[in-house]
């Protein structure tokens, strides 16, 4: 597919994400806009970060499938996560949705003040097939 998953010597290895992801030849991206852990109707499936994080990972999982992808193609996301409280439950969350002979996509991850209102974790992805 042309996606190669860069992790330089001297650079600290982890089995949770890539340091970088390279795109070598023309394929079709798809950029997620930040999914939260709400249901279809739009209502905050529950009140810990464990609970949204695995909701907005199938969220993510619903517009790759709409698309012809999965998980497995995401070379980067990116998550927000409400200052004071762990992201532990969301690391969790990933290891349960994320097939592990999957090479990670690169991550960021920020601390934030707020999200919406009850939100306590938002993820966008980058997709390319």
């Known amino acids: 597919m042309g ?11 982890s089995p949770a994400f890539s340091q970088a992801v390279v795109v070598e030849q023309p394929a079709k991206t798809i950029y997620i ?3 939260n852990g709400v249901d279809a109707d739009g209502k905050v499936v529950g009140p ?5 994080s695995e ?3 199938r969220n993510l999982a619903t517009i790759l ?26 690391v969790a969350a990933f290891q ?3 097939n592990r002979s999957d090479p990670p996509p690169a991550i960021t991850v920020h601390v934030v003040s707020a999200l919406g209102p009850g939100f306590l974790v938002e993820i966008d992805a980058v997709a390319v097939v």
């Open 96 to 98: 349960r949705v994320w």
């Open 55 to 57: 909701r907005a990972f």
């Open 3 to 13: 996606v190669r998953h860069v992790n330089p010597e001297g650079l600290h290895r």
């Open 33 to 35: 806009g930040g999914q």
């Open 65 to 90: 499938e709409s698309e012809g992808a999965s998980l497995a193609d995401i070379v980067h996301w990116r998550i927000a996560v409400v200052e004071g409280h762990s992201f532990d439950e969301g």
């Open 48 to 52: 810990t970060v464990g609970e949204q």
